[in-house]
C-alpha cells in the first residue's frame, strides 16, 4: 500500500447557523480544460506557466460592443488599444473585424503600420511623441491627438515647413466627478487651457482641427461620469463650430471600460455590480443625440476601449511547487508564475480555480509567486481546495495588459498561444530562453583579460 504524505493537522473553524450578511464561499470547481483543450495538455505542450487566448471570445467581446454602440448611433468606430494587448496577432483580428489602431508611443504606431493598418486609421495618443515620430505621423495623414503645448508648439513648426496639413485633434481632461481627476493628460476643460489650445490650432491655419478627444480615467465603474463627460465634450464641439467656424468631425471618448475582473478592496463587487457596454453606449449615445446637433452633422464617436474587450478571453496556466505554513498557521502555496508575469495581481482579486479534481474541502490560503522578493503575492487571500505540487491552477480574465507589462525578472516569461475559432492551438509568442534574454547584451574586452580569482 502506498505511502501517504504527512501533513501536520490544521484546525480550522467550523460556522454554523444562518448565513452571515457575506454569504459563505462556494467551493473552487475544477476548470481543467478551456474550449474542450484540457489544460494539462496545454501545459505538456507549451510548459508551464503559459498564457492562453481565445479567438472566439475576441471576436465576440468585439462584435457585442460595436453592437450596443452601433444600434444607437449612426456613426461609430473603434480603435483598438495597442497597449492593452500589442501581441501582432490580437491587433490584427481587431483590425479584421474593422478596428482602426490607438497607439501611445512611436513603438507602437511602427507596430501599427507593420500591422498593415493605413496611415488614416492611426490614433496617435500620449504625451511623449518625438519629433520624428510627429513627422511619421503626418506623412502618413494620420490623426495626433495634441496632448501639451510644447507638443502644440513642434507640430506648428512641423507643419510650417510641411506640404501636408496635420490632422489634429485636442485631448481634454475634465472634472467628471471621479476621484482622483486623471488631468496628467491633455488640456484642461474648467480653466479654459483646453479652448486655449484648440484657439491657437485654428489662429494658426497649418493644421486641421478635426477631432476632441478625452479620456477620463480606466476601470470607470460611474456610467454617470461619461454623460458629464460626453456633454462637456459636445459643448467644445458646438462652440468649435459657432465661435471659431471649425465644425468638428470625430468626438472620441476614450477607453475606461471595465472588464468583470475583481477590483483589490473593493466591497462584494460581483458581476451585476460592474456596468455593461450597453449602459454606457446609451450614456454617451443619448447624450450626444439630445445635444442639438442637425443630423446630416453627428460627428462620429470614436472608441478606444482595450480591458472590456479582451481581459476574459484571455488565461493564466500554471503550476503549483510547494506548500508551507505561515506563521499565523495560514497555508502558503507557491506557484510557477509571480507578480512579473501576472502583473494586474496588483490590481485584481483574480478568480482562480484549480485545474483537476480535487476534495471538497477548502481552507483560506495566499497564492506567492516563485520569486525572491516579498511582494510577489498573487493573492492575499483566497479559498482553494489543498493543492499538492504538480497540481495545476487556472488563472481566469488575463488578458489585458498582462502581455504588455510583464517583465523579464528572475524568470523566463512564458510562452503565449491561441485557441483558434477551428479549434486548433497556435504558439503565438515562445517562451524566452537565456540566448533570447542575452541576445541584446556586449561583453567588453574588459572582462575577458582578467581572469578571476578563487
Same mark, same amino acid.
Given at each position: +500500500?502506498?505511502?501517504?504524505?504527512?501533513?501536520?493537522?490544521?484546525?480550522?473553524?467550523?460556522?454554523?447557523?444562518?448565513?452571515?450578511?457575506?454569504?459563505?464561499?462556494?467551493?473552487?470547481?475544477?476548470?481543467?480544460?478551456?474550449?474542450?483543450?484540457?489544460?494539462?495538455?496545454?501545459?505538456?505542450?507549451?510548459?508551464?506557466?503559459?498564457?492562453?487566448?481565445?479567438?472566439?471570445?475576441?471576436?465576440? !467581446?468585439?462584435?457585442?460592443? &460595436?453592437?450596443?454602440? !452601433?444600434?444607437?448611433?449612426?456613426?461609430?468606430?473603434?480603435?483598438?488599444?495597442?497597449?492593452?494587448?500589442?501581441?501582432? %496577432?490580437?491587433?490584427?483580428?481587431?483590425?479584421?473585424?474593422?478596428?482602426?489602431?490607438?497607439? /501611445?508611443? @512611436?513603438?507602437?504606431?511602427?507596430?501599427?503600420?507593420?500591422?498593415?493598418?493605413?496611415?488614416?486609421?492611426?490614433?496617435?495618443?500620449?504625451?511623449?511623441?518625438?519629433?520624428?515620430?510627429? =513627422?511619421?505621423?503626418?506623412?502618413?495623414?494620420?490623426?495626433?491627438? #495634441?496632448?501639451?503645448?510644447?507638443?502644440?508648439?513642434?507640430? +506648428?513648426? &512641423?507643419?510650417?515647413?510641411?506640404? %501636408?496639413?496635420?490632422?489634429?485633434?485636442?485631448?481634454?481632461? +475634465?472634472? %467628471?466627478?471621479?476621484?482622483?481627476? $486623471?488631468?496628467?493628460?491633455?488640456?484642461?476643460?474648467?480653466?479654459?487651457?483646453? $479652448?486655449?489650445?484648440?484657439?491657437?490650432?485654428?489662429?494658426?491655419?497649418?493644421?486641421?482641427?478635426?477631432?476632441?478627444?478625452?479620456?477620463?480615467?480606466?476601470?470607470?465603474?460611474?456610467?454617470?461620469?461619461?454623460?458629464?463627460?460626453?456633454?462637456?465634450?459636445?459643448?467644445?464641439?458646438?462652440?468649435?463650430?459657432?465661435?471659431?467656424?471649425?465644425?468638428?468631425?470625430?468626438?472620441?471618448?476614450?477607453? @475606461?471600460?471595465?472588464?468583470?475582473?475583481?477590483?483589490?478592496? /473593493?466591497?462584494?463587487?460581483?458581476?451585476?455590480?460592474?456596468?455593461?457596454?450597453?449602459?454606457?453606449?446609451?450614456?454617451?449615445?443619448?447624450?450626444?443625440?439630445?445635444?442639438?446637433?442637425?443630423?446630416?452633422?453627428?460627428? =462620429?464617436?470614436?472608441?478606444?476601449?482595450?480591458?472590456?474587450?479582451?481581459?476574459?478571453?484571455?488565461?493564466?496556466?500554471?503550476? /503549483?511547487?510547494?506548500?508551507?505554513?505561515?506563521?499565523?498557521?495560514?497555508?502558503?502555496?507557491?506557484?510557477?508564475?509571480?507578480?512579473?508575469?501576472?502583473?494586474?495581481?496588483?490590481?485584481?482579486?483574480?478568480?482562480?480555480?484549480?485545474?483537476?479534481?480535487?476534495?471538497?474541502?477548502?481552507?483560506?490560503?495566499?497564492?506567492?509567486?516563485?520569486?525572491?522578493?516579498?511582494?510577489?503575492?498573487?493573492?492575499?487571500?483566497?479559498?482553494?481546495?489543498?493543492?499538492?505540487?504538480?497540481?495545476?491552477?487556472?488563472?481566469?480574465?488575463?488578458?489585458?495588459?498582462?502581455?504588455?507589462?510583464?517583465?523579464?525578472?528572475?524568470?523566463?516569461?512564458?510562452?503565449?498561444?491561441? #485557441?483558434?475559432?477551428?479549434?486548433?492551438?497556435?504558439?503565438?509568442?515562445?517562451?524566452?530562453?537565456?540566448?533570447?534574454?542575452?541576445?541584446?547584451?556586449?561583453?567588453?574586452?574588459?572582462?575577458?583579460?582578467?581572469?578571476?580569482?578563487?
Amino acid at each position: +500500500m502506498q505511502k501517504l504524505k504527512y501533513e501536520r493537522p490544521y484546525i480550522k473553524k467550523l460556522n454554523t447557523g444562518m448565513l452571515n450578511k457575506f454569504a459563505s464561499a462556494n467551493p473552487a470547481q475544477a476548470f481543467d480544460a478551456i474550449e474542450g483543450i484540457p489544460v494539462k495538455k496545454l501545459i505538456e505542450q507549451y510548459g508551464s506557466p503559459l498564457f492562453v487566448l481565445s479567438e472566439k471570445r475576441i471576436r465576440h !467581446n468585439y462584435r457585442a460592443a &460595436l453592437r450596443a454602440f !452601433n444600434t444607437r448611433y449612426p456613426k461609430v468606430q473603434f480603435a483598438w488599444s495597442y497597449k492593452t494587448n500589442y501581441l501582432s %496577432t490580437v491587433c490584427q483580428i481587431f483590425h479584421e473585424e474593422g478596428s482602426w489602431a490607438e497607439v /501611445v508611443s @512611436g513603438f507602437e504606431y511602427q507596430k501599427a503600420v507593420k500591422n498593415g493598418v493605413n496611415g488614416s486609421h492611426i490614433i496617435f495618443n500620449g504625451p511623449g511623441k518625438k519629433r520624428e515620430e510627429l =513627422l511619421a505621423a503626418i506623412e502618413n495623414n494620420s490623426l495626433i491627438h #495634441i496632448d501639451h503645448f510644447d507638443e502644440l508648439y513642434m507640430l +506648428m513648426e &512641423l507643419a510650417a515647413s510641411s506640404s %501636408t496639413k496635420p490632422r489634429v485633434a485636442v485631448r481634454v481632461n +475634465m472634472d %467628471t466627478g471621479l476621484y482622483p481627476q $486623471w488631468d496628467r493628460f491633455g488640456f484642461n476643460y474648467e480653466n479654459g487651457e483646453a $479652448w486655449n489650445a484648440i484657439s491657437k490650432i485654428v489662429q494658426n491655419n497649418k493644421m486641421q482641427l478635426i477631432g476632441l478627444h478625452c479620456h477620463i480615467g480606466t476601470y470607470i465603474l460611474d456610467v454617470a461620469a461619461y454623460t458629464k463627460a460626453t456633454t462637456k465634450m459636445c459643448g467644445l464641439a458646438m462652440r468649435c463650430a459657432k465661435d471659431l467656424n471649425n465644425p468638428i468631425e470625430y468626438l472620441d471618448m476614450g477607453g @475606461g471600460f471595465p472588464s468583470n475582473n475583481v477590483l483589490k478592496g /473593493v466591497h462584494l463587487q460581483s458581476a451585476d455590480s460592474i456596468p455593461s457596454v450597453d449602459d454606457f453606449a446609451e450614456a454617451i449615445t443619448t447624450t450626444i443625440l439630445n445635444f442639438g446637433f442637425e443630423k446630416d452633422k453627428l460627428p =462620429l464617436l470614436i472608441l478606444e476601449t482595450g480591458r472590456a474587450l479582451i481581459d476574459d478571453a484571455g488565461y493564466l496556466l500554471g503550476t /503549483v511547487i510547494a506548500n508551507k505554513r505561515l506563521a499565523n498557521g495560514r497555508r502558503g502555496t507557491v506557484l510557477d508564475f509571480g507578480v512579473n508575469t501576472l502583473f494586474t495581481s496588483f490590481w485584481y482579486d483574480h478568480q482562480i480555480t484549480p485545474a483537476q479534481g480535487t476534495s471538497t474541502h477548502t481552507e483560506p490560503m495566499t497564492l506567492y509567486g516563485p520569486l525572491c522578493m516579498n511582494i510577489d503575492v498573487i493573492r492575499e487571500n483566497i479559498n482553494l481546495p489543498v493543492l499538492d505540487p504538480g497540481d495545476h491552477v487556472v488563472v481566469h480574465k488575463a488578458g489585458a495588459y498582462n502581455m504588455t507589462q510583464w517583465m523579464q525578472f528572475i524568470t523566463y516569461r512564458p510562452a503565449i498561444v491561441m #485557441i483558434a475559432e477551428s479549434g486548433e492551438t497556435h504558439l503565438l509568442r515562445k517562451a524566452e530562453t537565456l540566448d533570447y534574454v542575452d541576445e541584446m547584451e556586449q561583453t567588453p574586452e574588459l572582462t575577458k583579460s582578467k581572469a578571476v580569482e578563487k
